[in-house]
Nanobody, 118 residues
């Protein structure tokens, strides 16, 4: 499975961005797609996830500002980010968790940089 993340850029505080994660396979077959982010000199952290059944989960501090969704027809998972803050500046990565024949596999996209200026 290959993942391509895109949509990052430079925005001002208060603006919005939508990130896309396009999978090379039928995204409905992927058990869960997760967005993570890594700010400079910080550890990678969980942002949001969506399962094949449509269940969503968010990092508590981002709930309400960020929204994850999927379009199975486009094999794409989106991360809508609203009211962006300078502390949201990070490289955002998408991850696919796929269970095949009882074995769990993890796949990562290359990351897309989001920079929020104050």
């Amino acid at each position: 499975v290959q993942l391509q993340a895109s949509g990052g850029g430079l925005v001002q505080a208060g603006e919005s961005l939508t990130l896309s994660c396009i999978a090379s396979t039928d995204i409905s077959s992927i058990n869960a797609v997760t967005w993570y982010r890594q700010a400079p000199e910080k550890r990678r952290e969980f942002v949001a996830a969506i399962t094949s059944g449509g269940y969503t989960n968010y990092e508590d501090s981002l709930r309400g500002r960020f929204a994850i969704s999927r379009d199975n027809a486009k094999n794409t998972v989106y991360l809508q980010m609203n009211n962006l803050k300078p502390e949201d500046t990070a490289v955002y990565y998408c991850n696919a968790h796929l269970v095949l024949r009882g074995q769990a596999n993890e796949y990562w996209g290359q990351g897309t940089l989001v920079t929020v200026s104050s």
